[in-house]
Every structure is written in C-alpha cells, then in structure tokens.
C-alpha cells in the first residue's frame, strides 16, 4: 500500500496490526484478517459521508434580527444555505460558533449570501444587525442526512 494515497488510514491500520500481532507476528492469517476489517470500516465510514452529501429537504427560516446576537441551532444539519437580506439593516452572520466560526459575513441591506459547504456540517446560526438595527432575512437551508 502506498501512505501517500492512504493517508491516516495505513497508519491506523498499521499500528492496529503491531498491537494485536506482537505475539503472533508471524501469523499472516491474523494480520490479514486486520487489514481486511479496518479496510471493511473504512468502506463503511465513506459511505455514510457520501450519503450525508444527498439534500433530504430545503427548510425556510424567517427570523427577526435585531443587535442581540440571536442564535438559531440547526437539525438536522444543513449542507448549504442562501441567506437573502431583505430591506433591513446589514447583518452579521457567524456559522457553527460566534468566537471562533466555521464562516463569518457581513451581509449588506439587499445582498444576498451563499454558502455550500459540502457536507452537512452546519448546525448553529449567529445572527446580529448592525447596532440599533432591526432586519428580516429570508433563510434557505439544503438539509443533510446526519451521520
């Protein structure tokens, strides 16, 4: 096996051998059969990510922003989402953690935001208009089936 196709996955595996075959090291049966489950696993753990990529619905949200950070938790979490700033204030919108967010934007009155991350790894909104603002945003969310 080559490490540079396989990355993390032929040191897992690696190390899984030399913990297990230390005192059989010579038994090629049981080394075999460890390669093959955590291969087995690895199949397994790529196949729920692919399926987590197939939107199972679009959920609209339209919340009333004003400068208090408003917090929205998601569920299930969304692959992507379209924020479309209505003729209110600008916003800031902060995704996953306000401290130290996965994105962060400033939206404009009028703009709208998109954002695609791939996989549904979107699961909390901060929102917050500019201070003494109120807005009204319209929110699109792909769902993701979570894994």
Same mark, same amino acid.
């Given at each position: 096996?080559?490490?540079?196709?396989?990355?993390?996955? #032929?040191?897992?595996?690696?190390?899984?051998?030399? %913990? /297990?075959?230390g005192?059989?090291?010579?038994?090629?049966?049981v080394?075999?059969?460890?390669?093959?489950? #955590?291969?087995?696993a690895q199949?397994i753990?790529?196949?729920?990510?692919?399926?987590s990529?197939?939107?199972? @619905? /679009?959920? &609209?949200? *339209? &919340?009333?922003?004003?400068?208090?950070i408003?917090?929205l938790?998601?569920? &299930?979490?969304?692959?992507s989402?379209?924020?479309i +700033?209505?003729s209110?204030a600008?916003?800031?919108?902060?995704? +996953?953690d306000?401290?130290?967010?996965?994105?962060?934007?400033?939206i404009?009155a009028s703009?709208?935001?998109?954002?695609?991350? %791939?996989?549904?790894?979107i699961?909390?909104l901060?929102? *917050?208009?500019?201070s003494? @603002?109120?807005t009204? &945003?319209?929110?699109?969310? %792909?769902?993701? %089936?979570p894994?």
């Open positions: 096996m080559d490490k540079e196709i396989i990355g993390p996955i #032929s040191t897992e595996v690696t190390e899984q051998v030399r %913990k /297990i075959a005192e059989d090291a010579d038994d090629l049966a080394m075999q059969y460890l390669m093959q489950a #955590s291969a087995t199949l753990r790529m196949r729920k990510l692919e399926e990529m197939v939107p199972i @619905g /679009i959920k &609209p949200l *339209k &919340p009333t922003v004003t400068d208090t408003m917090k938790p998601i569920y &299930p979490p969304w692959i989402l379209s924020l +700033n209505g209110g600008a916003l800031t919108l902060w995704v +996953n306000e401290q130290d967010p996965l994105e962060e934007a400033m404009a703009e709208t935001y998109s954002l695609d991350m %791939k996989y549904p790894v699961h909390t901060y929102l *917050k208009a500019e003494g @603002g109120t009204i &945003p319209r929110i699109y969310g %792909k769902e993701g %089936k894994s």
